[in-house]
């Protein structure tokens, strides 16, 4: 199982570029998860998927989009990048049951010049 | 609402010694409570968790944590470090119906000979 996997693994954009940040998982879980990693702030929840089908905000969402493709994928989509979306980003699952620990990908390193 | 509180965005400590991480959590239901690890240019790992049938928990690496609700902590501890310790160690609360988790910000690891 190759677990969560993210791509691209680093990107550089122009403010006011768009590109979408790819996210899959082998595991069959049901709730995936979008994070973004800044210094001295931990990892703050951009969007998340409870289910296949559904979609809710996190603590920090603007300027982003996600989509649930399947119950396998969950993208994310900068429209319009900003310098304040550089971070590193971070992609998880968590099969259902209030006891089961998220499983992590990667990480994408992003740079908005 | 659920919050984290890591004392010491940094601690460093000698091969050998005890390494104490400091935890405490905010939580107006019933908490559940991860540690995770994150080396460089990593994604995160699960050191362990807190579920609820026993308050000293054990996880890999050597590591436990003892969940104490009467001071709403949960600290990570090792007995004696090593170099392979060097890491960013995250704490974890349970949030929104435990779809989701609150991170702390932090606290990075240094051991030195």
């Known amino acids: 199982n190759a677990g969560v996997t993210q791509t691209p693994k680093f990107q550089v954009l122009k403010t006011g570029q768009s590109m979408t940040l790819q996210c899959a998982q082998d595991m069959n879980h049901n709730s995936m998860y979008w994070y973004r990693q800044d210094p001295g702030m931990g990892l703050r929840l951009i969007y998340y998927?409870?289910?296949?089908?559904?979609?809710d905000k996190g603590e920090v969402p603007n300027g982003y989009n996600v989509s649930r493709l399947n119950k396998r994928e969950f993208s994310l989509r900068l429209e319009s990048a900003a310098p304040s979306q550089t971070s590193v980003y971070f992609c998880?699952?968590?099969?259902?049951?209030?006891?089961?620990?998220?499983?992590f990908g990667p990480g994408t390193r992003l740079t908005v010049l | 609402a659920q919050s984290v509180t890591q004392l010491g965005s940094h601690v460093s400590v000698s091969e050998g010694a005890l390494v104490l991480l400091r935890c405490n959590y905010s939580?107006?239901?019933?908490?559940?409570l991860f540690w995770y690890v994150q080396y460089p240019n990593q994604g995160l790992q699960l050191l362990l968790k807190y579920t609820s049938a026993a308050t000293l928990v054990k996880g890999i690496n050597g590591f436990e944590a003892e969940f104490k609700k009467s001071e709403t902590s949960f600290h990570l501890t090792k007995p004696s470090a090593h170099m392979s310790d060097a890491a960013e160690y995250f704490c974890?609360?349970?949030?929104?119906?435990?779809?989701?988790?609150?991170f702390g910000a932090g606290t990075r690891l240094a051991v030195h000979p």
């Open positions: 939580s107006s239901v019933p908490p559940y």
């Open positions: 998927s409870a289910s296949e089908g559904t979609t």
């Open positions: 998880a699952s968590k099969e259902r049951g209030i006891y089961n620990e998220q499983f």
């Open positions: 974890a609360v349970t949030a929104g119906g435990y779809n989701k988790l609150i």
